[in-house]
């Protein structure tokens, strides 16, 4: 299994920095973590591509979207928004992914072809009055054509 991050230094890197470290910390307290694993993903039309002699460019183009990521974004949200509807906190991480390799050999993880798309803490968060950002307006994140 290929593990991000590729290289030693990277790693070095991403693990001695503190500032970094504080951010991924933060949360360390939480009586559980759920890690989300993503699995192959075969996308409709690929093959179909290949045996029509498609360029690179236009199978790229097709994986593009990367359905299977966003299948994994959408099961991650749905599970934070009926945590928070139940009382529990989470934050999405991906952020320690770096570690992917260590997690693993801990919870003795060794599905072949998965790789640890993203985690979240979760617990019951110590106090609901958190500081929301103002959101953008409809216009800044929308365009109707
Ligand atoms: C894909 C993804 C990965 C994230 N990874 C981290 C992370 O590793 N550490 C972290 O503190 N927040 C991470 N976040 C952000 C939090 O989940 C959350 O969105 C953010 O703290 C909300 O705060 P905001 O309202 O200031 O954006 C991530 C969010 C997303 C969508």
Known sequence: MNFWPHTPKMKRVLTSSESLLSIRLFSKNAPHVI??????????????????????????????????????????????????????????????????????EVIGFEKEGYYLACMTPMGVPESFDVNQPPRKAVDDVTTFI
């Not at 192959?40 to 236009?58: I, V």
């Not at 999405?92 to 992914?97: E, L, Q, R, S, V």
């Open 35 to 104: 890690l989300i694993f993503a699995g192959p993903y075969p996308t409709s039309g690929l093959q179909f591509l290949k045996d029509k002699g498609a360029s690179m460019d236009e199978i790229h183009t097709l994986l593009k979207p990367s359905p299977g990521v966003q299948n994994v974004a959408a099961a991650m949200e749905n599970l934070l928004l009926a945590a928070a509807n139940m009382g529990y906190g989470g934050c999405w991480m991906t952020g320690p992914n770096y570690a992917s390799e260590e997690i693993c």
